[in-house]
């Protein structure tokens, strides 16, 4: 399978900064998202660092002798294994910074990567940065919020999209990435299909443009995935821009060589 990619991160236009990080394994065709907290806290510290140490694990772990800090899960895929253990290892490193640094404490990251591998996409994520997929005119979304407003969601189903929209707390997630020592990391993976458009963002995002029309701006693009990453953020912006935005979106091809391409 063939993946092109393009992605972009701006500050909003509320922010004067960009607490948020973003970074590609292109060897793995490995994405990564990740939106820090924390403002004064050093949010782009936790995000950033979140980032690097999953990116570093990867590299160390194409020697298949390397030492892993966590012991696999049995009931995953080794794919999966490395994907949630680099995801822990991050977890503690910004755990250990916050706790150590008095300039960090209270720092923290959502995270969410997607994997290519073989013919399979796998989504790993902490906290509400999302994945997605778009396929043949239909979006869904491949990540689950830890949110309260998801959670509320789940105890009250018949709950309204107008009840969703004025939710108090909907923007107070349940987990990210330095909050505690270990933390849970949720996964799954999907067939990938020729001509499927995947994308990863942070919730200054989604907070700012719906499903639909982020659907709609990603199929208006066609081929040009520059322009798709650059449109949805012009649009986020547009809409307000209370935070800061990232995306990076890929696509699948057919292809005899098995390449990653920015484009």
């Known amino acids: ?12 236009m509320k922010r004067q900064q960009n607490e948020d990080y973003y970074d590609t394994v292109e060897e793995e065709k490995l994405f990564i998202v990740a939106d820090g907290m924390g403002g004064h806290a ?5 995000s950033k660092l979140a980032t690097e140490t999953v990116k570093e694990f990867f590299k160390r772990t194409r020697d298949e002798e390397a030492t892993w800090p966590y012991k ?8 999966e294994n490395r994907l949630v253990c680099s995801i822990k290892l991050a977890n503690w490193k910004v755990h250990e910074s916050a706790t150590k640094d008095p300039m960090c404490k209270g720092m923290g990251t959502t995270m969410v990567t997607c994997m290519i591998s073989g013919d399979k996409s796998y989504f790993s994520h902490v906290g509400d940065s999302r994945g997605y997929r778009i396929r043949d005119g239909v979006i869904k979304q491949m990540t689950r919020d830890h949110s309260l407003l998801e959670d509320y969601k789940e105890a009250k189903p018949d709950m309204t999209e ?5 939710f108090p707390h909907k923007n107070v997630i349940t987990r990210a990435l ?3 020592e270990s933390v849970q990391v ?3 993976h999907d067939t990938l299909l020729p001509g499927d458009t995947i994308f990863l963002c942070c919730d200054g995002l989604t907070g700012m443009i719906d499903d639909q029309t982020i659907m709609k701006i990603c199929l208006a693009a066609g081929e040009d995935l520059e322009k798709a990453v650059t449109d949805l953020v012009d649009q986020a912006n547009k809409n ?4 800061n935005i990232t ?17």
Not at 1 to 12: E, L, N, Q, S, V
């Open 1 to 12: 399978m063939k993946i092109r990619y393009a992605a972009k991160t701006d500050p909003g």
């Open 42 to 46: 050093k949010g782009e510290v936790a």
């Open 72 to 79: 696999m899960d049995r009931q995953l895929s080794y794919v």
């Open 162 to 166: 107008e009840e969703q929209k004025n």
């Open 178 to 180: 330095g909050m505690r």
């Open 186 to 188: 949720d996964i799954r």
């Open 240 to 243: 307000g821009g209370v935070d």
């Open 247 to 263: 995306v990076i979106v890929l696509k699948a091809y057919k292809d005899d060589e098995d390449v990653v391409t920015k484009k």
